[in-house]
């Protein structure tokens, strides 16, 4: 696969998801398969630009190329002037969010919402192609809601705009995450244009994964929640992908490497007070993919501070039965 001049190393694509894949954590999925990863969206007000949240986002130091940055917004100028910021910020791609569902993106007429009027799809698509000299991509929802699929028209606004790559979610936003995913939609997307397009949604195996590039015929798949907790599911769908077979989990001793390198990550990344909080959800749902680990993660909830994250993970790895008592364990 290809975006504008950027060769990728794979077909695989981390999901952009707020809160979720900031710097450390793209570097991680990186680190273990993923072909590509999109930021955190960038509110394209200019107002938010210098606040602590939208400086980390733009943060991509040290980070593996291409780096593409999601843009979030609805008016065609503002979207144009937020590409151009970032791509002076160090942004390789930019790419457009028309498929966030979250109440308070759609409230403002962005994200998925935008879906509802075609004509403005239209407006902020050319806005931005014209304003940068990178790749621009797309990433939509099926529609706004099962009466209103229009995923095939808007791709084709795209591909006519000089979209290089669309990245279609199998849901409308109606649907937000329940049900299943709507592969059907996806295959007619990618039968309607010529530019890659990644499958999303309920890709969590590499069967799975097998399966849905099958059924859609599309160029490569996107992976978001699936990836929490098991980064490494990039390196075993692209193992399945390339050579058939499928790798054996990782080793309990690597997970807990993986697992402290990204902690440190996190606590440098942000700083110990926020870095914790943020280490307590990874940590919380690496255990969900692990035997005997919830006492792990009520365990490190309670934890406030960089060291005593550390010393409770390693404790854990070595020694999974301390925690049986859950908190109090840490106690000990």
Not at 107 to 127: F, T
Not at 199 to 228: C, F, H, W, Y
Not at 232 to 241: A, S
Request: proline letters at 6%; hydrophobic letters at 45%; a positive charge.
């Amino acid at each position: 696969m290809q975006v504008g001049q950027y060769p990728l190393r794979n077909r695989l694509a981390l999901a952009p998801m707020a809160g979720v894949t900031d710097r450390p954590f793209r570097q991680l999925c990186k680190s273990l398969g993923a072909g590509y990863a999109v930021s955190e969206m960038v509110a394209s007000d200019p107002r938010l630009r210098h606040t602590p949240k939208s400086r980390r986002r733009r943060n991509h130091e040290g980070e593996v190329a291409p780096v593409a940055v999601q843009i979030a917004g609805a008016d065609p100028v503002a979207m144009a002037e937020a590409a151009r910021f970032n791509v002076d910020e160090g942004a390789q791609i930019i790419d457009i969010n028309m498929g966030c569902p979250a109440k308070k993106v759609c409230n403002v007429a962005a994200g998925s919402a935008l879906l509802r009027d075609e004509a403005l799809v239209a407006r902020i698509v050319e806005s931005v192609v014209a304003a940068v000299e990178v790749p621009v991509t797309l990433k939509i929802r099926t529609g706004w809601d099962r009466a209103s699929r229009n995923a095939v028209r808007v791709a084709r606004i795209a591909e006519a705009a000089g979209v290089h790559l669309l990245a279609v979610h199998g849901r409308t936003r109606a649907d937000l995450y329940e049900g299943s995913a709507e592969y059907d939609t996806i295959a007619a997307v990618k039968a309607a244009v010529c530019i890659p397009v990644l499958a999303n949604g309920d890709v969590d195996s590499p069967r799975k994964a097998l399966e849905v590039l099958a059924r859609t015929g599309a160029d490569g798949v996107m992976i978001g929640r699936a990836a929490q907790g098991r980064p490494w599911i990039f390196r075993e769908i692209d193992q399945f992908l390339r050579e058939g077979t499928l790798p054996p989990p990782p080793p309990r001793a690597e997970i807990h490497g993986i697992l402290r390198s990204h902690v440190q990550a996190l606590h440098a990344f942000y700083g110990e007070l926020a870095g914790v909080r943020m280490a307590r959800k990874h940590v919380g749902w690496t255990a969900r993919a692990l035997d005997s680990a919830e006492g792990l993660r009520q365990a490190f909830n309670v934890l406030t501070d960089a060291e005593a994250q550390l010393r409770a993970l390693d404790d854990f790895f070595l020694d999974p039965e301390r925690f049986a008592a859950l908190p109090e364990a840490l106690a000990a």
